[in-house]
């Protein structure tokens, strides 16, 4: 979207800015500029002169000496122009003063040409004439320069004015990057309400007045809508009696800074207003409007439509068409057709203005592969009310311009007639989204600005139809923030641990766990949540085992994805398999991810998610490199606690005899095993492998990060080592416990350093040597109260039927 300056100017008559200001205040207020262009870039002391006289150059067949009157003097300049003759006003650069380019169209210099005085073939030249392109501009955007040669200007004009103000160069175009869901902004209307608010200054729209002659336009036309969600509105208008002629100089230089080619009148107003208003229209020639009727109607499958460029486009029944009472004569919200075009010719035409669904307009664009600027503004999805403002406006443009006379009436084909919002005013709930202290007429005052009414009885903000973008509470406080000022407003600490740049606890404890796991040599790894039915016969499970209790995809992309899964380890036996097979010799892998235990079936509610850490190795390490992997989780979550394992017997998938439950202070959060010699071969992995299964809901409620300092010990300790003969029924598990339990206040702690079996040891038995540790923190140890302890703890190991090895 680019505007230049002098049009926003024209409906804020109060606006003083320079471009930067202008640039930095719109863009910090909501309506972000790309960058702007001065046209009078590079133009220095240029004025109108009035050549009084001309006449050959004595040395050069194609060069002519002009005497040119600049207001105060007369000055003579050589040209090689042919164009000019006495009489003519044109633009005199004078000595000393700056171009912008020539004729070459290359890129323009970016400091100018300066013009000096001097000779050409011994004659002073004091001065240049220019041609358009010499200022800046192209002849296509002022088409009555000439193709070469000197701009002349019109004959009214002053010698010594300013000729760049007269072309109308003192201007500054402003490129927008204008969000798609601010369509209000698509056009120089809103763009101007935007900076009468951003300046606080009065925003004055053009006053739009009736037109029309005394006939009605149902005597001439009629017009149906056959599809009016396509089409929610339809507004038709005819102008008689059509004069095509050039259309003013003001229209031109404004439609030329917006980039649009002037063309005559009828077509510059049409864009003229698609400009002013964001709402694109079209011009048909009512004699070439068969039956006099116009049809909004979808395409046939197969149709063909030549449009206006001369191309022929395909089309099919999703794309919307204007015809007449025999055939097509429009793209809806596209292209018009080259059967219905204006030409110089035109007596009577039609004015459309309506309003089309932007989806359709965007994918009918897209399918015949043409997008003009109408479909650009269309597809956004523009407001209805809009078309009858556009319709009467370039109207009045026809009446003022002496374009034609407008038949009485319109036709307004409208069915559903689209109401402004109400949002409810809540500025205490702003200010704590904001963390402001903004008053509540302040706000008002705000939305004032922007066209935003207000219902004191409802205490409702009342929002316009052109206002698609305001929905709730949070687009209003966007409204006062931004003409508030960004910067103004305070810097407060957002509320709430998740948005304080804190991670959950629950998301901390998961961190650690993946630390761990790194750091322990596994590498994360993702499987599907959907699985086989036919896993849990790899896993060896019965086929009452409720892990097979699963929840089914309607719409699975096979039986292979069908249902969710309940258990963690087919996705990473899985994985490892796949390594295994491509010859990686040891791989360890990790995976935090959820299983999903209905409960009920059938489903009456979302089944429970429960997230699983799942570790799995095979190669290098045993089962007790996997035990020694949780338990430095368990201590790195503060666990303190030592966990105890329980021989695993309800895990088909298990070895039997090297597997157990992981339970932590009395609850079962885990497993861990090697995995079952027939699971490792319907997984075709040939070497044992092992896994560990940490449930994190369980597991999470016995950790703690708050960490406590304790001293130094300033007292030795105590020391004492037992071998003992062991049944082999009794696990070391066991035997800690009795530790523990016996230990007292002074036990710091315990190591098993020996487990032996052979021909020394009775058969039935192992030896079992622990080192046990002792530290008072107030005294140094007697040894009577350590042996006083160690009978203690021997008297319980005996209850078990161990004995002190001799």
């Known amino acids: 979207m680019n505007t230049p300056l002098s049009w926003i100017k024209a409906y804020v008559p109060e606006l ?59 000055v003579q300049i050589v040209t090689g122009a042919s164009n000019v003759a006495v009489g003519d006003k044109v633009p005199v650069v004078l000595d000393g003063g700056k171009v912008a380019g020539g004729h070459d169209g290359g890129a323009l210099p970016e400091a100018g040409i300066k013009i000096k005085k001097g000779k050409l073939r011994g004659i002073e030249s004091c001065g240049m004439m220019c041609s358009i392109e010499e200022l800046g501009g192209t002849s296509e955007m002022y088409p009555d320069a000439p193709e070469s040669g000197i701009y002349i200007l019109p004959g009214d004009a002053i010698p010594g004015e300013d000729a760049v103000e007269l072309l109308g160069f003192h201007d500054t175009v402003f490129e927008y990057e204008i969000t798609s869901n601010r369509v209000d902004c698509y056009s120089v209307i809103g763009i101007a309400r935007e900076a009468a608010a951003t300046f606080r200054k009065s925003f004055v729209p053009p006053v739009v007045t009736a037109t029309g002659n005394k006939e009605d336009i149902n005597d001439y036309l009629k017009v149906s809508v056959k599809d009016n969600k396509l089409c929610p509105r339809y507004c038709a208008r005819m102008v008689k ?8 100089v003001w229209m031109q230089r404004r439609l030329a800074a917006c980039g649009i080619r002037p063309i005559n009148n009828i077509v510059d107003i049409t864009n003229y207003v698609m400009e002013e208003f964001g709402q694109p229209m079209h011009a048909f020639d009512y004699d070439y409007i068969a039956n006099h009727e116009i049809i909004v109607a979808c395409a046939k499958d197969g149709d063909t439509f030549q449009t206006l460029d001369g191309q022929e486009r395909k089309l099919d029944r999703s794309i919307l068409m204007i015809n007449d009472g025999e055939k097509a004569v429009g793209i809806a919200g596209i292209m018009g057709g080259d059967n219905s075009k204006i030409t110089d010719d035109v007596k ?10 932007g989806t359709n307009i965007r994918l009918s664009s897209k399918k015949v592969g043409l997008r003009t600027d109408a479909s650009g503004k269309f597809e956004k999805g523009l407001d209805p009310n809009n078309a009858i403002l556009a319709m009467n406006r370039a109207c009045q443009l026809i009446e003022e311009l002496g374009a034609g006379e407008v038949v009485g009436g319109i036709i307004d084909i409208y069915p559903e007639t689209r109401e402004g919002k109400r949002i409810p005013f809540e500025p205490e709930k702003m200010n704590r989204l904001l963390g402001t202290k903004i008053s509540a007429e302040t706000m008002l005052e705000y939305y004032k600005m922007i066209e935003l009414g207000y219902d004191e009885s409802s205490s409702d903000i009342l929002i316009p139809t052109f206002r698609q973008d305001l929905e709730c509470m949070a687009d209003l406080a966007e409204e006062v923030a931004r003409f508030f000022g960004y910067d103004k407003i305070p810097v407060s600490l957002p509320n709430g641990e998740a948005t304080t740049g804190k991670l959950s606890y629950k998301l901390r404890v998961e961190q650690i766990a993946r630390e761990v796991a790194e750091f322990a040599g596994f590498s994360q790894g993702m499987t599907y949540s959907f699985e086989s039915p036919k896993v849990f016969d790899k896993l060896l ?24 899964r309940t258990s963690p380890l087919h996705g990473m036996l899985n994985s490892l398999s796949t390594n295994y097979n491509r010859r990686n010799k040891s791989v360890r892998l990790y995976e935090l991810a959820n299983i999903y235990l209905p409960k009920a079936i059938p489903l009456t509610e979302l089944p429970e998610e429960r997230m699983q850490l799942t570790f799995g190795f095979y190669g290098d390490g045993d089962f007790f490199d996997m035990k020694g992997v949780v338990e430095e989780l368990f201590e790195k979550t503060g666990m303190n606690k030592k966990p105890h394992y329980k021989p695993a017997s309800d ?7 090297r597997s157990a439950e992981i339970i932590y202070d009395g609850i079962t959060i885990g497993y861990i095993g090697e995995v079952h010699p027939e699971v490792t071969d319907n997984y075709k992995i040939s070497e044992r492998a092992y896994v560990a299964v940490i449930d994190m809901p369980s597991m999470i409620p016995f950790t703690d990060f708050d960490r406590k300092y304790v001293g130094i ?16 029924n009794i696990l070391v598990g066991q035997i800690e416990e009795v530790i523990e339990q016996r230990g007292g206040n002074n036990l710091e702690g315990y190591e098993l350093f020996d487990i032996y079996e052979g021909a020394q040891i009775l058969s039935g038995f192992k030896s079992v040597a622990y080192s046990i540790t002792f530290r008072a923190t107030d005294h140094t140890l007697e040894d009577q109260e350590v042996s006083a302890v160690m009978k203690k703890i021997l008297n319980g190991l005996q209850g078990l039927g161990i004995e002190l090895r001799a």
Request: charged share 25%.
């Open 713 to 728: 010990a300033k007292y030795p300790a105590v020391t004492r080592d037992i071998s003992m003969v062991v049944p082999k």
């Open 541 to 564: 499970l019965p086929i009452d085992s409720p892990l097979r209790v699963t929840v089914n995809i309607l719409n699975p992309l096979g039986e292979d994805f069908s249902v969710m």
């Open 241 to 248: 009696n059509i004069k095509i002629a050039p259309s003013p």
């Open 348 to 357: 009577t035409m039609v004015f459309e203005a309506a309003c089309f669904d």
């Open 651 to 657: 895990k088909p998938f298990l070895h039997p005899g």
């Open 16 to 74: 003083v800015v320079s471009p930067q200001e202008y640039t930095d205040a719109m863009t910090l207020s909501g309506t972000k500029v790309e960058g702007f262009e001065c046209l009078d870039k590079n133009l220095e002391k240029i004025v109108v002169g009035h050549i009084l006289s001309i006449e050959r150059h004595p040395d050069a067949d194609k060069l002519i000496i002009c005497q040119v009157n600049v207001g105060e003097e007369t």
